[in-house]
């Protein structure tokens, strides 16, 4: 069984930085393209980053030079780097697993694994 789970979530201001954290137990980490996405209120679910088993990255134009994505092999973990915060980036933040190494892009079709979500508010 498959098990995503974020943590490392909040509040916080415009400006400050975050870390998102996610342990992913019951498939071979290595073998899949790890990402994140997040979904504002009344928006669609948005790809936000993603990394391959080869570390190359993929990032949303509107992240790039702010977030920064990263896995931890020997801790089946994934992290995001969160820093220079606006407000536009509150949004429910989810893990996903299980990517496909040929699809490039940030896809919420591509993951087959998902997290819980978790939220991530910036004020002003």
């Known amino acids: 069984q498959v098990q995503v789970v974020e943590s490392g979530g909040g509040l916080v201001q415009s400006g400050g930085s975050l870390r998102l954290s996610c342990t992913v137990s019951?498939?071979?980490?290595?073998?899949?393209?790890m990402g994140w996405l997040r979904q504002a209120p009344g928006e669609e679910r948005e790809g936000v980053a993603k990394i391959f088993s080869d570390t190359s990255t993929r990032y949303a134009r509107s992240v790039n030079g702010r977030f920064t994505i990263s896995r931890d092999y020997a801790k089946n973990t994934l992290y995001l780097e969160m820093n220079r915060l606006k407000l536009e980036d509150t949004a429910m933040y989810y893990c996903?697993?299980?990517?496909?190494?040929?699809?490039?892009?940030?896809?919420?079709?591509?993951?087959?694994?998902w997290g819980q979500g978790i939220q991530v508010t910036v004020s002003s």
């Open positions: 019951g498939l071979p980490f290595a073998d899949y393209a």
């Open positions: 996903a697993a299980g990517g496909r190494p040929n699809v490039t892009g940030i896809l919420a079709a591509d993951f087959r694994y």
